[in-house]
């Protein structure tokens, strides 16, 4: 499975952006997507997934403020972040569960500056 994330960007506190992350290659192998992130010096955490059933699961600290979705034509999950903090800022890293296996796609950054 290959995945393509756009949409980060530099954003003001209050602010919004949408995040994206088409798959393609072994689709129908793909039990769920997410998005993990990663700030400067820290570990990389779970942000939120979403199943091929819709069941959508988030991490507490963007629970309320983010909404993740996905368009099943397109392959394509998308991770909608309101009320953006300067905390939010971090590379943000799509990814595609096949049961055990995670495949990866490459990062894009998101800033919010205060």
């Known amino acids: 499975v290959q995945l393509q994330a756009s949409g980060g960007g530099l954003v003001q506190a209050g602010g919004s952006l949408r995040l994206s992350c088409a798959a393609s290659?072994?689709?129908?192998?793909?039990?769920?997507m997410g998005w993990y992130r990663q700030a400067p010096g820290s570990q990389r955490e779970l942000v939120a997934l979403?199943?091929?059933?819709?069941?959508?699961d988030y991490a507490a600290a963007v629970k309320d403020r983010f909404t993740i979705s996905r368009d099943g034509a397109k392959n394509t999950v998308y991770l909608q972040m309101n009320s953006l903090k300067p905390e939010d800022t971090a590379v943000y890293y799509c990814?595609?569960?096949?049961?055990?296996?995670?495949?990866w796609g490459q990062g894009t950054l998101v800033t919010v500056s205060s």
């Open positions: 990814y595609a569960r096949r049961g055990i296996y995670l495949d």
């Open positions: 290659g072994s689709i129908p192998s793909i039990d769920a």
């Open positions: 979403i199943t091929n059933g819709g069941s959508a």
